[in-house]
Nanobody
Framework: QVQLVESGGGLVQAGGSLRLSCATS????????MGWFRQAPGKEREFVAT????????RYADSVRGRFTISRDNAKNTVYLQMNSLKPEDTAVYYC??????????????????WGQGTQVTVSS
């Protein structure tokens, strides 16, 4: 079992920045690829970014590429999402997730076995 706990969400003005963290339990964090997803009211959960188990490969949704950066610290069992130049359309609940598939290739939520409880990000215009 892997438990995930997100933190760092909040209210920010457009153009501002936030850094989300996702702390995980267990000794096998380095064997999981990690992803960040988000879900806005009335919309389906969507892919934001993924990172491979080693951290060597990442993928981003077109809507966030160049503004968001995913990273991980395997020594701290934590994955991060640095969000810059935030826009009102980034408003959503952000979830981190883990998959044993290890590659950053997998961007569909169905591939992820473990999920955090989510953290709210609200960007005001």
């Amino acid at each position: 079992q892997v438990q995930l706990v997100e933190s760092g969400g909040g209210l920010v003005q457009a153009g501002g920045s936030l850094r989300l963290s996702c702390a995980t339990s267990g000794r096998t964090f380095s064997r999981y690829a990690m992803g960040w997803f988000r879900q806005a009211p009335g919309k389906e959960r969507e892919f934001v970014a993924t990172i491979s188990d080693s951290g060597g490969n990442t993928r981003y949704a077109d809507s966030v590429r160049g503004r968001f950066t995913i990273s991980r610290d395997n020594a701290k069992n934590t994955v991060y999402l640095q969000m810059n130049s935030l826009k009102p359309e980034d408003t959503a609940v952000y979830y981190c997730a883990a998959t044993g598939l290890r590659s950053a290739y997998y961007t569909a939520p169905i591939y992820y076995n473990y999920w955090g409880q989510g953290t709210q990000v609200t960007v005001s215009s």
